[in-house]
């Protein structure tokens, strides 16, 4: 099995690993996954038997600008396969909003973070009264990376 990066239009990875999603099942061609990470702009990456299966599964769909002639290892893409905790990705600072819950849309400051509980606890912008509330980290998204 081959790992072959497959080169896209900026912020159209998932349309065109969709759409090789679809190639692939018409086609019954063997491309075992397709890792379109958001990390990873204007790329995707198939897993494969060979390179011909990646062609033909590429073949005329819209977004692809070529594939990278030069195979990749499990070892360059682990990264993108092991989940990220939530809480390693926000630091002290940060502005969120909280995604669930009862302050779901409530915009607020990272006052701490607690890495071992997976929580962390913000202090809400729009609030009369500025109250510390705990939130658990999945439960927001980051809006602002500014620290301090």
Do not use: C, W
């Not at 913000?122 to 927001?140: G, M, S, W």
């Amino acid at each position: 099995m081959k790992f072959i990066a497959i080169k896209t239009t900026a912020n159209q990875e998932k349309i065109v690993a969709n759409m090789i999603e679809m190639s692939v099942k018409k086609n019954n061609l063997k491309v075992y996954s397709i890792l379109a990470p958001k990390e990873l702009k204007g790329y995707v990456i198939l897993e494969s038997e060979g390179i011909e299966d990646a062609i033909m599964a590429t073949r005329g769909v819209q977004h692809v600008r070529g594939i990278v002639k030069k195979e990749i290892s499990l070892v360059d893409i682990h990264h993108y396969l092991t989940p990220k905790k939530a809480v390693e990705q926000i630091k002290e600072g940060f502005m969120v909003e909280v995604s669930a819950g009862p302050f779901k849309g409530e915009k607020g400051i990272v006052k701490r973070v607690d890495r071992a509980k997976n929580e962390i606890t913000i202090e809400l912008l729009e609030a009369v009264v500025p109250i510390p509330v705990t939130v658990k980290a999945e439960n927001v998204r980051i809006v602002d990376r500014k620290e301090g």
